[in-house]
């Protein structure tokens, strides 16, 4: 194992150790801000090429998705989620640009129904949710869709990336039902942490197998 990728096994088990001990505290913040960092040095250390397409835009996908985890501690109220919104929005397009050119090899293309599984999620989400988000619900629905739509293109990578995108999307829903509709799990943060940890460092592997291929095949 590369060193790097052995710190970013360190700093993904002291922030989920943290999160079961507590998740409020100082251990538990610290190592979230290094959780993307770790993971696009480990995307640094053994991509083929730091010039190819997909590796640039995952690590510009990765740095806002570092901004929507720092940035919030510096904010409060509804303006912190307002901030991690915007910053995740700005990852979720990102990764949806840099997966569309590989849309044509998905199964969700050729099998249209399993659109169904990923809009039934993301619509019982916000219909748990619409009540209590009041100004928040149309964030909260825009989001929703950017997010679908990386998770289905996502799908054109291979079933790694498919399997990323919606750990990404379950780990976005437990928030906001926690948030909005109280709804949480026996150690919620846990859960929210490691789906978005697995999810992300999915979706990395998958883009490392796909640049080390041919070259990008072209979608519609």
Same mark, same amino acid.
């Given at each position: 194992?590369?060193?790097?990728?052995?710190?970013?096994?360190?700093?993904?088990?002291?922030?989920?150790?943290?999160?079961?001990?507590?998740?409020?505290?100082?251990?538990?913040?610290?190592?979230?801000?290094?959780?993307?960092?770790?993971?696009?040095?480990?995307?640094?250390?053994?991509?083929?090429?730091?010039?190819?397409?997909?590796?640039?835009?995952?690590?510009?996908?990765? $740095?806002?998705?570092?901004?929507?985890?720092?940035?919030?501690?510096?904010?409060?109220?509804?303006?912190?989620?307002?901030?991690?919104?915007?910053?995740?929005?700005?990852?979720?397009?990102?990764?949806?640009?840099?997966?569309?050119?590989?849309?044509?090899?998905?199964?969700?293309?050729?099998?249209?129904?399993?659109?169904?599984?990923?809009?039934?999620?993301?619509?019982?989400?916000?219909?748990?949710?619409?009540?209590?988000?009041?100004?928040?619900?149309?964030?909260?629905?825009?989001?929703?869709?950017?997010?679908?739509?990386?998770?289905?293109?996502?799908?054109?990578?291979?079933?790694?990336?498919?399997?990323?995108?919606?750990?990404?999307?379950?780990?976005?829903?437990?928030?906001?039902?926690?948030?909005? $509709?109280?709804?949480?799990?026996?150690?919620?943060?846990?859960?929210?942490?490691?789906?978005?940890?697995?999810?992300?460092?999915?979706?990395?592997?998958?883009?490392?197998?796909?640049?080390?291929?041919?070259?990008?095949?072209?979608?519609?």
């Amino acid at each position: 194992m590369r060193p790097v990728w052995a710190v970013l096994a360190v700093v993904s088990a002291v922030h989920l150790v943290a999160q079961l001990v507590d998740p409020e505290g100082s251990v538990a913040g610290a190592s979230q801000v290094l959780l993307m960092p770790a993971l696009a040095g480990a995307l640094l250390s053994v991509a083929p090429s730091r010039q190819h397409r997909l590796v640039r835009l995952t690590l510009l996908a990765l $740095a806002f998705s570092w901004l929507g985890d720092t940035l919030p501690r510096f904010v409060g109220g509804d303006a912190a989620f307002l901030v991690l919104v915007g910053a995740f929005l700005l990852a979720q397009l990102t990764y949806a640009v840099a997966f569309l050119p590989y849309w044509r090899g998905s199964i969700v293309r050729r099998r249209p129904i399993l659109l169904l599984p990923y809009a039934a999620g993301l619509a019982r989400v916000v219909a748990a949710s619409h009540a209590r988000a009041g100004s928040l619900l149309v964030p909260l629905i825009l989001y929703g869709l950017a997010l679908g739509t990386m998770a289905v293109l996502a799908t054109g990578l291979g079933w790694l990336a498919g399997l990323g995108g919606a750990l990404f999307v379950l780990s976005d829903s437990l928030i906001a039902l926690n948030s909005f $509709a109280d709804v949480s799990l026996p150690a919620h943060p846990f859960w929210v942490m490691l789906t978005y940890i697995t999810g992300q460092t999915l979706l990395v592997l998958a883009v490392l197998r796909v640049a080390g291929e041919a070259r990008p095949r072209r979608g519609r």
